[in-house]
């Protein structure tokens, strides 16, 4: 597959990628890492291509014991899961006044979705759809763990998904191409700031790169296998869009990729990564995926694996000690060229450079900022804000929601009480001791004489003996609201599912409730679409709180008692049940569409429909949007010209609120089969009681452009839908003609 489109994809794609200029500050750096190189032996030189983990967090398999020694005989140049401004600077003082040449370290760190102020886990926040508010949540990250010894966080995760088996899809912000190519710009944006050497701001690393959000059924680590126009189209976008922001490291992934593991892989690594995206940061493995390469059987033992990794591209193994073991004699024999190496060290340097860490190589390790940046009252205040901005309403039959103050409610579920769930998978150095649960927020909003709770059961396992307190507790409340969902340990990494069921006897609670007669809202906590057929026909209310972080019980309580009104929406589609995944928005057509009048001979299923049961994009409010008067400013779009797409949207109901305006188009006819809609634009509005607000898309043939039959990119011209509305589903639509 590899090489049969790269000639005309280059030029093509050579055209729309951030062209790479190097600049006279640039250059100055260049000659500064020339300088030091010059001082290195070939063991140093491997040395700085080694990352281990500290002992002080474990988030893989293997930790490697005398890591202090290793950084003091400058065989290890970078460290991660080391923390705290005190510990970073013990580990930055062996580098610096122990090693011969005082080279110093980088510390990663997997800051996710904060640090010690804990955000919404990502997938919560795309639901946002707010690139101001996770910009700014990036941004606090990055001040937290800067102030903490940090200067690499290993983040932003850029892998689509339609995957909700697949536990990682949390780290993720979703199906969408064109919306997870938005959000991580604003994340990159967010962690590296205007320029990495300021103090506030940490590198970031764009990962898992490529294609780990496919794993075949859901598996995580296993088989990715997809066609290159899928890859391209689908889910290259969003690693390419946080390149282009400037991310300058980035994470190969453990999955092969149509027989080749990423980190062994020349077409990922080379052809697309520095030709085609023209990256010009250090690629870092995932961890011990070279290693890893040996289970794959791609090679027959680790030196090899080594080889390949060098070969292909890698200049950083993670945890795998396998440059560090095999790279020396390699290079010396002739195996791996000196000069893959050199351009590998020449990469990590140039980074710490513009860190600043030449300059000051404790410039990340500061107790007093540290002090004064963790947990500070803006970071909560932000925290907050992007946890309520997270939140969907998914039903609100009876505008059961928002609960009034004072209303007697009886709370029900483990999850209402655990702090340490708020925080989700990926805490980072986020501690949950201090927090305040759901159940606290809630009493302390409305009062503790209006507030009762029962346990009901655990998030897991069949114990039903509190069933039947639960019960009574609810019998004396005017409304009960359930806060169930996954523990965060089902969420994350190696926590893929075959069911995406509510766990446990949740479900088995939630119908003994309803048999009391009264208003049900459910609160969910959880990291992946989930199957909430049987849970939507009993609620009366559901809200999707995601795992909202440091500030979450506060932000569900603000929700639920209407201080803020829901704005977010679905990132990924939710279905009616794990039969129809994997489900998307952006389906083809088939030949047999399902809308054919033929009752048998289509595409659909015999016991089930074929749309989701919560499409993407949507989300309800406290109040009511209409759409109306969808406009184009023309019908014919001109190759170099524009469109104006414009739909007056008006809030029809009682209180004000905000809604995320969704356009979509279809290419109705191409020389491959096009998606049934795309995801053009968004724009989130805000409107007061009976206002109204014409919002406007410009549409310009670059958007239109996609691989065609032959492999080469741009567009085509033809007839095209254009759909403007609430969500992928219920949409306005037009038509105009692409010349
Ligand atoms: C493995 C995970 O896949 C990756 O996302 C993470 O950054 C590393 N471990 C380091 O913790």
Known sequence: MKYIFLPILFSVIIMSSCQYSQTAEDKKIDFKVDSVMRLMTLDEEIGQMVLYSSDWDVTGPSLKKGYMDEIRKGNCGNIFNAHTAAFTHKLQKIAVEESRLHIPLLFGYDVIHGHKTIFPISLGESASWDMEAIEKSACVSAA???ASGINWTFAPMCDISVEPRWGRVSEGAGEDPYLGSKIAAARVHGFQGKSLADTLTV?????????????????DYNTVDMSERVF??????PYKAAIDAGAMSVMSSFNELNGIPASGSVYLLKDILRKHLHFKGFVVTDYTSINEMLNHGVVANEAEAGKMAAKAGVDMDMQGEVYYKYLKKQV????????AVNEAVHRILKVKFLLGLFDDPYRYCNEAREKREVYSPAHLEASLDVAKKSMVLLKNSNNTLPLKKDEKIAVIGQLATSTRDLLGSWKAAGDWNFMKSVLDELKAYNGDANVTYAEGCKVQGDDRSGFATAISSARGASK???VLGESCEWSGEATSRTSINIPGVQTELLEKLKALNKPIVLVLMNGRPLDLSKESELADGILEAWFPGTMGGKAITQVLFGKYNPSGKLTMTFPRNLGQVPIYYYEKNTGRPNYLSNPKYKSRYIDCPNDPLYPFGFGLSYTTFAYSDIKLSGKELAEKGELKASVRVSNTGNVAGEEVVQCYVRDLVGSVTRPVKELKGFEKITLKMGESKVVTFTITPDMLAFHRADMSYGTEPGNYKLFIGTNSRDLKETNFRLN
């Not at 590198?203 to 598996?219: E, I, M, W």
């Not at 010396?332 to 000069?339: A, D, I, R, T, W």
């Open 144 to 146: 937290e763990a800067a």
């Open 203 to 219: 590198l970031a690393c764009v990962k898992h790169f490529a294609g780990y959000g496919a794993p075949l059924a859901g598996r």
């Open 232 to 237: 391209l189209d689908t889910y290259l976008p």
């Open 332 to 339: 010396e024999s002739g195996e791996v060229p000196l000069q």
């Open 480 to 482: 009960i609201v359930y």
